[in-house]
């Protein structure tokens, strides 16, 4: 059984840091991009920042500079440090898996991150 946990979030000051983990079961880890995610009241889910087994990344461009993600494959585990939050980065945080031959998918349950100005 595959899963995704995310921890880490919490309610922090405009200007705070935070740092979310990813921790995955049931797939082989090293075979699999994570990405972190996000969801804002009233808006669409987005894409925050992905690392793809490699190690290769990508930001979307609002967090380009203030996030940084990483993996562990030793570990199981992927992690966003959020630096410099601002209120817009207030959203419930995401993971997801995505094997890279069959493309197959999971989700974790989301973790919420409140950032109060």
């Known amino acids: 059984q595959v899963q995704l946990v995310e921890s880490g979030g919490g309610l922090v000051q405009a200007g705070g840091s935070l740092r979310l983990s990813c921790t995955v079961s049931?797939?082989?880890?090293?075979?699999?991009?994570i990405g972190w995610y996000r969801r804002a009241p009233g808006k669409q889910r987005e894409s925050v920042a992905r690392?793809?087994?490699?190690?290769?990344?990508d930001y979307a461009d609002s967090v380009k500079g203030r996030f940084t993600i990483s993996r562990d494959n030793a570990k199981n585990a992927v992690y966003l440090q959020m630096n410099s939050l601002k209120p817009d980065d207030t959203a419930v945080y995401y993971c997801?898996?995505?094997?890279?031959?069959?493309?197959?998918?999971?989700w974790g349950q989301g973790t919420q991150v409140t950032v109060s100005s």
């Open positions: 997801k898996s995505a094997e890279r031959w069959s493309g197959r998918e999971y």
């Open positions: 690392i793809f087994s490699g190690g290769a990344t």
């Open positions: 049931g797939l082989i880890f090293s075979n699999n991009a």
